[in-house]
C-alpha cells in the first residue's frame, strides 16, 4: 500500500478495487511498526480515522458521491486544531488540550473524505529548523535515522518520506514546509499568503504563516492544494479569489517559460554537492524548453535579520495568551504575577523563550524604530527585489536547503548557525509569495537535496506545471528509504 500515490489510492478506492477501510488499517500498521524508528506522530487518532474510512465505503457501498480525497490517510501538524482531539504545538503548556474548534483545512480535507490518522511532531510553537525543539521528543530523518528531519513541520515530512502517509499538512512561517520537504527528500508546498485559511492555526507570527501540503510527487500535493485553497470567511486576511484547477494545467509543459536564477542564492555558504545537483536541475529544465536568465534580488543578505526581528516581534505577541489563566498549564503560585512566571517558565521550551525575548526587546520603548520598524522597511525593499526580478522571469530557481540533513544536536548549541538553515527560504515568506520544494538527488552519503522553485503572487499553477515537468524528466521523487 506504501508504494502508491495518493492519486493511486483515491482512484482505487472508487474503482472498488480496494476499500477505504483496508487503506486505514494498512495506514494504522505501517504506522504501529515503523514509527518507532523515526517517532513522527504524537498522536494516533486510530477510532477516529477507522470511522472516517468506514463511512467512506458506506456512501460507495450506497453509489453516493464522495470528495476529492476520499479513503486518502493523512497526518495533520499539531499546530492545526481538531477539535475534540489533543492539539498542543509540541509544547508542555498545551499538553493535553482539546481545542473546542476545528481548523479550516482540517473541516476541508474531512469534507473532502480524507481520513486524518493523528496529529504529528513539529518544533515547538513552530519555532526551529530541525524538530528537535519538540517538548516532547525530536523525529529523525528516515533516510539516516542520525540527522535530523528539519522543521517545523518535521513530523509531518517524515510520515510521508517514511511511507506512513501519502499526504501530510503542514505550515510555513519561514522555510517550516520545503526545509523538511528538502532534508526527507519529498515535495512540499508554501502558498502564497492568502490562499489558504489560517483559522485554526495556532499563531506564531501571523504576517508570515501559511499551510501547505507535503506529498511524494507534486501531482499528489496539487491535489491537496486543490481541497484547502479558497476564500474562508473566518480568516479576514485569506482571498476571495478563484481558485484555479491546479491538477488541469499541470502535463501542458514549460516551453518558453523563462526561470531566473539569483546570483545571492548561489555563492558562498552553499554545500557543493547540493550545489551540483542544483545546477543539473537547471539543465534538466533547461532541455525541457525554459529559458535561464540571471536575475539579482539585492537585498537578500538582509533577509535573515529582517525575518527574526519581525517574526519573534510577532511571536511575543501572540504567546502572550499563554498565562496559565484560561487554557493550558496553569502553575501553583502565591499570587497572579508569580503565576504567570512560573506557567510560562514550565511550559515554554527554551527556543521558544529565546524568540519571545528577542521579540519583547525588538517590541519595547526606545527599540522599536531602530529594529522592529526597520525591519519592515527592509521587508518592502525584499518585496520590491522580486517584483523587479519578476519582470525578466516567470519562475525563479533555488537550491532549497544550504545543505542536507545535518546530524542531531549539531547546531544545537549555535542559534545563528540554525537559522542559518533557512537563508533560502525565508524570504518568500517575508513576500508572501509561493514556493514549492522538490526533490532533485542525494548527496554522498545518500541524503535527499530539494530544488527550490519561487512563483508570482498567486501563481501556483506555474509552480506546479514547472515542478511537475521537472519530476516528468527525472524520477528523484520515485526513491523511497529502507525502513523495516
Known amino acids: 500500500m506504501r508504494e502508491l500515490s495518493a492519486k493511486q489510492i483515491h482512484e482505487k478506492i472508487i474503482a472498488k478495487e480496494i476499500t477505504a477501510t483496508a487503506v486505514c488499517e494498512a495506514a494504522l500498521q505501517r504506522i504501529h511498526s515503523t514509527d518507532s524508528q523515526v517517532k513522527a506522530f504524537l498522536a494516533v487518532d486510530e477510532q477516529g480515522a477507522l470511522a472516517a474510512a468506514k463511512a467512506v465505503d458506506r456512501k460507495l457501498a450506497k453509489n453516493e458521491p464522495v470528495g476529492p ?33 476545528q481548523a479550516t483545512v482540517v ?23 530541525s524538530c528537535e525543539n519538540s517538548a516532547f521528543f525530536p523525529s ?26 501519502p499526504l501530510a499538512l503542514g505550515s510555513d512561517t519561514g522555510g517550516s514546509i520545503r ?20 483559522y485554526g492555526l495556532i499563531a506564531y507570527a501571523s504576517s508570515l504563516d501559511q499551510i501547505g501540503p507535503l506529498a511524494q510527487s507534486v501531482e499528489d500535493a496539487a491535489m491537496l492544494l486543490q481541497v484547502i485553497a479558497g476564500c474562508d470567511q473566518k480568516d479576514s486576511t485569506c482571498t476571495d479569489m478563484a481558485v484555479p484547477n491546479y491538477t488541469e494545467q499541470m502535463q501542458s509543459g514549460i516551453k518558453g517559460l523563462t526561470i531566473g536564477l539569483p546570483q545571492e542564492y548561489f555563492s558562498e555558504g552553499l554545500d557543493p554537492e547540493v550545489k551540483a545537483a542544483v545546477e543539473q ?7 525541457a524548453g525554459a529559458r535561464l536568465v540571471e536575475v539579482t534580488l539585492p537585498h537578500t543578505e538582509y533577509s535573515l535579520a529582517t525575518y ?44 521558544v523563550k529565546r524568540r519571545i525575548m528577542l521579540g519583547t526587546y525588538a517590541l519595547s520603548a526606545g527599540y522599536y524604530d531602530a529594529y522592529y520598524k526597520k525591519a519592515l522597511q527592509v521587508r518592502t525593499l525584499i518585496q520590491r527585489d522580486f517584483t523587479e526580478a519578476f519582470n525578466k ?60 522553485l519561487i512563483g508570482k503572487v498567486f501563481d501556483e499553477q506555474m509552480l506546479l506545471r514547472t515542478a511537475q515537468t521537472y519530476q516528468s524528466h527525472t524520477d528523484w521523487h520515485t526513491k523511497r528509504p529502507i525502513l523495516a
Open 107 to 129: 473541516e476541508r480535507v474531512r469534507a473532502a473524505d480524507a481520513v486524518p490518522v493523528g496529529k504529528v511532531n513539529m518544533d515547538e510553537f513552530a519555532m526551529g529548523s
Open 281 to 287: 536541475a537547471k539543465q534538466v529544465l533547461q532541455d
Open 393 to 452: 522571469c516567470d519562475i525563479i530557481l533555488t537550491p532549497t536547503s544550504p545543505t542536507v540533513a545535518f546530524r542531531r544536536g549539531e547546531k544545537t548549541e549555535d542559534p545563528l548557525a540554525m537559522y542559518l538553515s533557512d537563508i533560502y527560504t525565508i524570504s518568500a515568506n517575508l513576500t508572501g509569495l509561493p514556493g514549492i520544494s522538490i526533490p532533485c538527488g542525494f548527496n554522498s552519503e545518500g541524503l535527499p537535496i530539494g530544488l527550490q
Open 140 to 165: 529523525n530523518n528516515p533516510w539516516n535515522q542520525e540527522c535530523v528531519s528539519g522543521g517545523s513541520s518535521g513530523g509531518s515530512a517524515v510520515a510521508v518520506a517514511s511511507g506512513m502517509v
Open 308 to 351: 527574526y526581528l519581525i517574526a519573534t516581534a510577532e511571536a511575543s505577541s501572540n504567546l502572550a495568551r499563554y498565562d496559565g489563566v484560561q487554557y493550558g498549564l496553569r502553575a501553583e503560585a502565591d499570587n497572579l504575577i508569580a503565576m504567570y512566571k512560573a506557567t510560562r517558565a514550565q511550559g515554554f521550551g527554551a527556543e
Open 69 to 101: 480525497l476520499a479513503g486518502v490517510p493523512i497526518a495533520l501538524k499539531d499546530n492545526l486544531c481538531t477539535k475534540g482531539f489533543p492539539t498542543t504545538c509540541a509544547s508542555k503548556i498545551l499538553a493535553g488540550w482539546k481545542p473546542p474548534y
Open 179 to 198: 526545509q523538511p520537504a528538502s532534508l526527507c527528500g519529498i515535495v512540499g508546498i508554501k502558498p502564497t499568503y492568502g490562499r489558504v485559511s489560517r
